[in-house]
């Protein structure tokens, strides 16, 4: 079902799980039809249409409409006739049809337009185009006109081709004449005359062998059971519909038309005229699709037309009744894989019969066939077409030999000498077409037989399988043997058979042998499943290897989950039917000659294999003994329901890892047809999912990667469900396997159930269905016993090539067999009577329970002549109990000989050939009889066989003592067997066997043992026998030494764990040191001690560690370190708000974001109302810039001599290897610990004897300490390295100093009106100190309260950037008549200002920013710094804020409460501490400032900036601190980082007090007060009074002029809170529906891949040329513009984001999330997503702390083309 975009947010009722996909090809929207849809689901605008009568439209209204459309639409035809040229022999005539088409594009556009008109229209169009006598008119009255004769000459030479008899095609033999089933020429006829047609076919067809002949003789016969001959017929046209179709298809359907067409289709009539069209030019279709150079854009638009015509099921039954729909579909399809055929060389390549599919064929590998196999698909899905097709012997015999051209296609050989030159990947369109063309439509007609009643249907379905399946045998001239080094993985053939067996049985009640062939086609049938299983095996040993990887890619597509229920499934299905109803030996032997192991089952210690090299013999005996496992554990499709299966599917796929939900759907193979099976993410899928799992909401990993929402199993699904049987079937990676294994391991570790290591656990199986009792007779066989004896012996003896996992398989089969066994008690006790019945073989009788107890004496065996069991004496055989060689096949008749005089020898080839045989005469079959030799010779390889001869071994043993002697081995204790029913009896009485049982090898072995003990009284008495003797096994020397072996092996193993433990703590301890010093910077600042203890500080200088040459030592100035460091702009500051909310993403016209109110916006307006009226040298010290594209210094703490760091940079210039960053630009990454860093930041050389220093209080008084500070300022050279000296430091320090300038955009650094004004340089560098307090401020949560170190800890660089910056902020000394320090210290003559007027004035000192004042004075000192001289600096400062403070109150307040405050102050004026009173100081500055204008003209404009609050001395209070605390903590901050205090931390409501205490503006006797008042914390330098009319006089005489702007200025906004994003809203369809069809702002369109900045709103195109500047694509250029480089973009037709930083770009993630907490990038699943809060904080956080650099790893280059 597809929908518009606009119907599907119509409509009225949608299930808010629904999934919506967004088609990529177009498509109709089937909204208001309700043979699609329900009505209930119809958008509100098709419900009107269908619950309303609509009134009929007058005629007279439409016969203009009914007169001019014929014409109209002739005349369209005309265009399209006249421009159709048949295309030259090579040349693509693509340009000439798109020049027509672009020609008529209006006037299908009119008919376009035409069908929006609604039904009246519909119909008349209706009318027109199916009338035929319209059609015969206009089309037959051509007359003498000559442009029309010629148009029409053309149409008929279209036409020639249209039929499926036109020479140039391939197709030529199958002529079928005129239509109306007159057929004047059958294809019978046809027969004969493959000679003379072959002549005809076009000279493209590959000159083949004589092997063509026989390919079309085959292919006449399979085009022969067509019913309707007129399909194979020249077209002829009847209606304008018919030649419009015909030429829509000629044209390789136009989209236009397309839309055209299928617009039509709500008017009734028209769709089944138009569906019997189409399928009129089926056939046409698939001619011109195989000739189309676009067949993908074509497969799309006719799959667009066809499933609106064939999901509908009403038309598609009318149209196979009266059209022979079905007839046409097959054979189109089978005519179109004609044309591809090649020769099979399976079996036997000279003479096979056999053709298949090429699948490297364009027709294959490009997926051609896809449209018309999935129509096929599509009606098979209706039950009363597909109950036609199965009724239909004919169809079912066309489409069983359509299936065989695949049966057996793409045929790997194995190279055995060099490796193949050029690997083919034909494999992926094999699958594809396996599963496409063969087990889709399999499963469309399974879903119909799932009730007793269709029963006929299956039994016609595997009648014709059987016999194309015995045609196959005998096309490809099989008897027995598979050919040598073969595989094919496509048997689709055995599949169909095998599933509808499948289905017989499970659902239809059929009897299973009803259906089956004899034993001789079931032998045949099994050989090539099995041949694949084995051929799974080899590829996995690495036998296949020189074919290269395209093997192994096969391998694991075939068990590939969308694949494994059509391919692996089926074909062990298959091999478990045989298994169960063939005799038990001869499917065992198979087995093992099948996977080459046959040599490997001896008892002597060596031998020889001819057919295996011994590295692989392992792996190949695992592979088969695990393929025996797999084939008796499985039960699929032998007794398990759905539920149980969904249940064991889903438990596989999570014991190998967790999962996402998406996943688990995409892993859990359901049918691949969507009308049967389980449907994904239906309710038994969802409780399953809930009641084996548990759901792990998705977290963010320390790393920086995002985890989705995981479904991990539940404990009890690993203690009972685990299943390592269906997880080695599932697995495509073998390393899934151990990786189930290890988190069982874990959990049973974890929940103490099993401390070593536990083998795969025993699982009981579900019983099976009694059609299927036989399977287990295989484990009840002598042939099996005898191969278990031998590899138990083999592994108790230590033999080669044995490993755990053989012993692992060896016991779970003896288990199942013990739990399978038939109750034959009484039969078990009579066999003990006559062991003289049991000469000639291994075993008394077939029976497991029985075997287990038998001794077997002595085994006579063929060994190399080196063996060593050659040098011993032979015993006496005469009278030995039994004898057995498991030897190949090469000389079972000489052996025969040799051994005639004691007893007869095993063999299990031999064994096998004689049961083949016996079937083989019995069927009496002479064609079998005589390829029989040949067969056989291929094993005899003549004088290959190896130096034999022949050696008795003593055995003595049974597969009990065995078993007890293997307990011993594995727990490495003699006697460590004591059977447990001698002390509890108890347990034989009532076992309690658990159905699931965890451990390993020792309780496995205990367990067997007890079940055998358990079933017979006799195993019982035999094993406590044996237990009592415990003899040494024989031969003992053997043995005591493998016992040694194992206590020596396992002493050795305690010593190495120990020595392990020891090195891995001595390692743990060396790198906890190592981390310690590594990570510490031993900065000044780092060192200092909280408390001066010492009474002779030790004179130590500041040790660093270079990370790249390892030494240690101090920073000189010649040879000096660096911190690493990243340097990047930043506008983080800048997006401050005033407002704690943030703001929201618009999602609708109304709501816009303006970004007026951020704090860039705010310091650059007034920046600029300073510049309009006062002195740019003075507006450029009066402000600090950097809120936008200020430089963010941040480094990782690892330091580096810097001629160290200039190699390591030339190093990595010289590395070839593919960086994420750019060397040329400085970038690198730290040598330790791989962080990101682009520049070098000296470390100023200095002693920790300084830093004592700065702390001596001095009892100075403050305004020494002022004259002191202003003579620092004016001594230029005071600065301890002279710039004129050259170093190395000062080199690097001006050196960082450009890096830092160029990090930012020129127009970021540059606001002087005069360019490249020194006063710009000075503005910048005290804006970049400001810059990283501002933000470690931020990065602290907007406020000091919670105290202690910076929040990087040590790897703050503060400390060295200031020594960098005041390095050269002395170079530019200020003139001492303007330096600010004199305004604030001293009273000044009032005539000094005369004389100024005629230039700009100098900013007042209290428009002034406080904290620009402070980073000023302290970066103008000399470094380091003294103590007392900054809590000097700050007491001044603090003095003016304070005033500013008082000012901008005495401006907010209202004309009556301003005059209230003058006089309660005023009266206070002459007290003791009038100077620390607010009250008093307020009432003087209002006084001051009354003098000029500043308070007047209080019109409309005064009453918008004055507060409405009534103002108490509390709330005047705290406004008076929310002023002043920025600058506190900043400069705390500042002081923690030059001195190294720690910050103390503190309630929000005492941040004041203690900072200020902290800074020292308030004395300690006033810390104790409560209520707290900030004017205590004043110390005026000068009379405050006096110093206060200076300042407020500077204001008064500019106010006169310009008293607005002097009130805006006094009001300085500094109360900003945190950044943040924007607001994101909850659900992502909110957003996706408003932006992705929104008009780009630049270009007015909309854009192909729209994004929004998650910083600022903008609407901004990605990789959009059309909004391309200078080169500069819109998202690069936006994250310019608003985030000085970096920019975070939502893409929202991906709902992914991206980060931009810099020339680098990375895909961040996403943070909408569906249900089930997974991402749905790129929206391909379409399901509702809804925000992750916690994600979009991690995002958030990132972008403040700007880590995105440390934390994203996947970085590259953007070119600036996003």
Known sequence: MSLCA??????????????????????????????????SGFCRRHQIKSSSNIPCVPKDLLMMSEFVLPRFIFCLIQYLREGYNEPAADVPSEKDLSKVLQLLEPQISFLEDLTKMGGAMRSVLTQVLTNQQNYKDLTSGLGENTCAKKSHEKYLIALKSSGLTYPEDKLVYGIQEPSAGTSTLAVQGFAGATGTLGQLDSSDEEDQDGSQGLGKRKRVKLSSSTKDQSIMDVLKHKSFLEELLFWTIKYEFPQKMVTFLLNMLPDQEYKVAFTKTFVQHYAFIMKTLKKSHESDTMSNRIVH????????????????EECQLLDIMVTVLLYMMESCLIKSELQDEENSLHVVVNCGEALLKNNTYWPLVSDFINILSHQSVAKKFLEDHGLLVTWMNFVSFFQGMNLNKRELNEHVEFESQTYYAAFAAELEACAQPMWGLLSHCKVRETQEYTRNVVRYCLEALQDWFDAINFVDEPAPNQVTFHLPLHRYYAMFLSKAVKCQELDLDSVLPDQEMLMKLMIHPLQIQASLAEIHSNMWVRNGLQIKGQAMTYVQSHFCNSMIDPDIYLLQVCASRLDPDYFISSVFERFKVVDLLTMASQHQNTVLDAEHERSMLEGALTFLVILLSLRLHLGMSDDEILRAEMVAQLCMNDRTHSSLLDLIPENPNPKSGIIPGSYSFESVLSAVADF????????????QGMYTPKAEVWDQEFDPVMVILRTVYRRDVQSAMDRYTAFLKQNGKFPGNPWPPYKKRTPLHPSYKGLMRLLHCKTLHIVLFTLLYKILMDHQNLSEHVLCMVLYLIELGLENSADEESDEEASVCGPERCHDSWFPGSNLVANMRHFINYVRVRVPETAPEVKRDSPASTSSDSLGSLQSSRRPKVLQRENSGTAQVFSLVAERRKKFQEIINRSSNEANQVVRPKTSSKWSAPGSAPQLTTAILEIKESILSLLIKLHHKLSGKQNSYYPPWLDDIEILIQPEIPKYSHGDGITAVERILLKAALQSRMNKRIIEEICRKVTPPVPPRKVTAAEKKTLDKEERRQKARERQQKLLAEFASRQKSFMETAMDVDSPENDIPMEITTAEPQVSEAVYDCVICGQSGPSSED???????????????????????????????????????????????????????FKDSSCLLAVSIGWEGGVYVQTCGHTLHIDCHKSYMESLRNDQVLQGFSVDKGEFTCPLCRQFANSVLPCYPGSNMENNLWHRPSNKSLQDLIKEVEELQGRPGAFPVSISSETNLSKEMESVMKDIKNTTQKKYRDYSKTPGSPDNDFLFM????????????????????SGGASTAGKRSCLNQLFHVLALHMRLYSIDSEFNPWRKLTQLEEMNSQLGNEEQQPEVPILYHDVTSLLLIQILMMPQPLRKDHFTCIVKVLFALLYTQALAALSVKCNEEDRSAWKHTGALKKNTCDAEKSYKVLLSFVISELSKGKLYHEEGAQECAMVSPIAWSSESMEKYLQDFCLPFLRITSLLQHHLFGEDLPSCQEEEEFSVLSSCLGLLPTFYQTEHPFISASCLDWPVPAFDIIAQWCSEINSFTERHAEQGKALLIQESRWKLPHLLQLPENYNTIFQYYHRKTCSVCTKVPKDPAVCLVCGTFVCLKGLCCKQQSYCECVLHSQNCGAGTGIFLLVNASVIIIIRGHRFCLWGSVYLDAHGEEDRDLRRGKPLYICKERYKVLEQQWISHTFDHINKRWGPHYNGL
Request: aromatic share 6%; net charge negative.
């Open 6 to 39: 606009e119907c599907f947010t119509r409509a009225t009722t949608r299930d808010t799980t629904s999934t919506c996909s967004r088609s990529q090809a177009g498509g109709a929207c089937d909204c208001g039809d309700s043979n699609v849809m329900r009505e």
């Open 305 to 320: 037309i066809s499933v609106q015509l064939f999901s509908n099921e009403e038309l598609a039954r009318q149209v196979t």
């Open 696 to 707: 792990k909401a998705p977290v963010f990993e320390p790393g920086g990667s995002m985890q």
């Open 1119 to 1173: 040879r000096p370190t660096g911190l690493v460091v990243l340097l990047q702009a930043s506008s983080v500051l800048g997006q401050c708000r005033d407002n704690t909310e943030p703001k929201k993403l618009p999602i609708t016209e109304e709501e816009q974001i303006y970004p007026w109110d951020t704090c860039a916006a705010v310091h650059d307006v007034r920046l600029s109302l300073l510049q309009r009226y």
């Open 1326 to 1345: 005290y804006s970049v100190a400001r810059t990283n307090l501002e933000l470690e401020l931020i990065h602290r949560g907007g406020n000091l309260c």
